[in-house]
Each structure stands twice: as C-alpha cells, then as structure tokens.
C-alpha cells in the first residue's frame, strides 16, 4: 500500500506500506511513531543552499590564507632582488615577519648597496641595525657617498655614528663638501675703549674619526669668539684691527679650536667689522660720576660735622653767659659790702658803673651789625 506527500518546500515522495498478512504471524509488534508518520528524504532545493553557503565559507577562508601567505610570502620582494643581483632566500624574508622587521626597509637598502658594489653589506647586518633602532636606509647611503668620494668608512663606524643620534649621510656630506658657519655678531673691545662688533664665517669639514663624542658646531661657534675676543682685546687701538683684519683670523686660527670636536676648521674669514660705542670714555664718565658723589657724600659728612660742632659751641656760650650772669648777681652784694668797709668809694662805684654802661652799649652796637642766624642752626 503507497500513500504520496508534500513538503513544504514543493516536493512530493511517496510511501509504501507492506500489507498486514505479510507480517510473522508469530511475532507481532506494536506500530511505532516511525510507521505512523515516515520520514521524508531530504530536499534538492535544501541541499543546494547549504552546498552554496559551504562553498562561500571554503572560498572566504581560501582569500584569507592567501592574503595571509601573501603578506607573509612578499614575493614581489624577492623577485626584485633575485632580479637585482641581491638574493635573499623567501625563508629570510618570512623569518623578518616573525621578527617584526618590514622585509621592505632590509631588502630595498640591500638592493640598493649591491648594485652600488658594496658587497661587505649583508641582511642580517642591515637588519641586526633595524632593530637596534637605527636608520637602515640613511646608512647605506652614507656608505655609498663615502665608498665613492674615496672615504675610509666601514658598516660598524657608520652604525655606531647613526646609533649615536648624528646624521651619518650628512656627515658623509659636510665631509665632501665643506660647510660654512656664519657666527652672530661678536663684540669686542680694544685697549683704547673702541667697541667692534665683528661677524665671521668658518669654513668647517666634518671629522668621521671624532663624529662619535666629540663637541658640536655651537663650541667652535663659542671658540672661534672668544678667540677674536682676546685677539681685539689685545690691540692697542681699533685702527690697527681695522687695518689688518686677516691677523685676527691668521692668530685665532693658528689655536687650534677644533681639538676634540667633531669638525676640522679650514679657514675663518672675517665677512664684517663695525665700530661700535666708546666703552672707554663711557666707562670714565660712569667712574668719574661715582666719583663725584663719592666726593659729595664725603663734603656732606665733614658739613654736618661742622654744624654740630657749631651747635656744641653754641651750647658752650650759652652756659658760658649762664654762669656769667650768676657771677654778676653777686657783684652788687660785693660792692655794697667794700661800701660799707670802706674798701670803695663813692666815685670809684660810679666809674665802675660808667665802664658797665659803655661796655652794654658796644655790644648793643656790635650785635646789631650781625645778621640773624638760619634756620635749624646751620651757618
């Protein structure tokens, strides 16, 4: 017995069902839900979505380890330098993703290095300096100028200049081609008080030797001015620095300032020279000035000792006449008791008198002649 179906996607299937007399008649069984509701076979339509979304799923997976091998297998790399002349093996260049090194800034600098014949350089040299924080590139290239300008410089120094914080390729440069340094204006005095203000220009190469340690470009700078400093300072007049300003240069030069810096002085050329202020005649004016007060502070001292003085004498008098008038509160008792003894007479007492009276009146006439003094006591 069949019986047919359809699914809810469309599809129909049939069933076939043995009659009951085919079954044992010794053994019979209970019906499970299995015979009551048999299970329908999968769909076609069901089956080709999943088949799709596993393909999808393969594929997407496919692209993302192929972008990762790619990423980690930088083949275009490695066909440059086999190309170039420079090999380096793809294992090389997958052991530096494992570091990470970009295979980029070890194999482009190498590529570089090789065709410029510098065949001491290797990869693991370049990279060992990549990942002591140095600049692979910047190196390469100084060792290139240096190689070519006929210049003593190994990978170690260049390494050792570039980890030091310097520019290597720039000293490679200044090496080659000297550089010039013009100094700010340096101010200077001669012995008659003449003030220059003179520029310089210093014609410096760089010294690979000393590059690592030694002094940079500012104490040359400093040097070179103290030296013209003391070269002007030692001049007995501005006219002979102004007539001859190569002796400066010749003298400063022949010092030596370029011991323990980084640089070696070809030449200091004086560009400019001009006359400044006269600190001489300044600096006598300034001290004769503090003289001066000097001198009225000291005159201001000696008057106000001389007013005190005349203050104390002053005083003197004044206790003086005190002690005058008390002796003269006595005279009248005296001259009434040698009256009364007989000691003096009548004309003798008026005589005293007519001497008393002229005397009042020439001091009378002698203090009107005096003018009055100032105030506060001063003369």
């Not at 005397?359 to 002649?369: F, K, L, V, Y």
Request: with cysteine; proline share 6%; charged share 20%.
């Amino acid at each position: 017995m069949a019986s047919t179906s359809t699914s809810g996607c469309g599809c129909s299937w049939s069933v076939s069902r043995a009659p009951a007399s085919w079954s044992s008649p010794r053994r019979s069984r209970r019906p499970s839900p299995r015979d009551a509701a048999p299970r329908p076979p999968p769909c076609p339509r069901t089956r080709g979505v999943f088949v799709t979304v596993a393909f999808a799923l393969l594929l997407f997976i496919a692209l993302i380890f192929l972008g990762l091998l790619a990423w980690m297998v930088p083949l275009r790399l490695w066909i440059a330098a086999w190309a170039s002349g420079a090999f380096i093996s793809l294992m090389s260049l997958i052991a530096m993703r494992f570091r990470r090194v970009p295979p980029g800034r070890i194999v482009n600098p190498y590529i570089t290095a090789v065709k410029a014949g510098l065949m001491q350089i290797t990869p693991s040299l370049l990279e060992s300096h990549y990942l002591a924080n140095g600049n692979v590139e910047r190196v390469v290239n100084a060792l290139i100028s240096a190689d070519k300008a006929g210049i003593q410089l190994g990978f170690q120094q260049a390494a050792a200049i570039d980890l030091a914080g310097r520019d290597v390729f720039e000293a490679v440069q200044t090496s080659v081609n000297p550089r010039v340094i013009t100094t700010p204006k340096i101010t200077a005095v001669a012995k008659d008080g003449i003030q220059l203000l003179v520029i310089t220009r210093i014609t410096v190469r760089s010294n690979i030797n000393r590059l690592v340690g030694g002094a940079t470009e500012e104490t040359v700078i400093a040097r070179v001015g103290e030296g013209i400093v003391s070269t002007i300072g030692s001049s007995s007049n501005y006219e002979k620095v102004l007539e001859n300003p190569d002796s400066i240069s010749k003298n400063v030069l022949s010092r030596g300032l370029d011991s323990g810096t980084a640089f070696e002085i070809l030449s200091i050329d004086i560009a400019d020279i001009d006359v400044g202020a006269n600190i001489g005649a300044k600096l006598l004016t300034e001290k004769a000035e503090a003289d001066k007060q000097i001198a009225q502070a000291h005159a201001e001292s000696r008057r106000a000792l001389a007013v005190a003085a005349e203050q104390e004498m002053r005083a003197k008098v004044q206790e003086m006449r005190a002690k005058l008038v008390e002796a003269e509160t006595h005279v009248p008792e005296a001259m009434a008791v040698a009256l009364r003894e007989g000691k003096l007479g009548v004309m003798d007492y008026y005589q005293i008198r007519n001497v008393q009276a002229d005397t009042e009146m020439r001091a009378s006439i002698g203090d009107a002649g005096k003018a009055p003094p100032p105030e506060g006591g001063e003369v």
